[in-house]
């Protein structure tokens, strides 16, 4: 099993979330949870139709960590 790094990002009326490591790879959802579940249904259609056109499917490689900051004045 492999872990891929996925960003969901807070739009103006929707989520909108991708794969680092697999440019290309997007979704969005109207919650965080549906655009997870959609994010994974594009994962799997992405790495089949890399596999169809003969590419290598790249291994995880993004490193996700939080940063906390002190309040900003």
């Known amino acids: 099993m492999k872990r891929y790094a996925i960003v969901i990002e807070k739009g103006a009326t929707n989520y909108g979330g991708y794969v680092p490591d ?37 291994e995880p490689s993004s490193v996700v960590d939080y940063l906390e900051l002190e309040a900003c004045v």
């Open 22 to 58: 697999l440019p290309g790879c997007v979704a969005t959802g109207a919650t965080v949870e549906e655009t997870e579940r959609l994010l994974r249904e594009a994962i799997a259609l992405h790495m089949e139709g890399m596999k169809e056109d003969g590419l290598p499917i790249p």
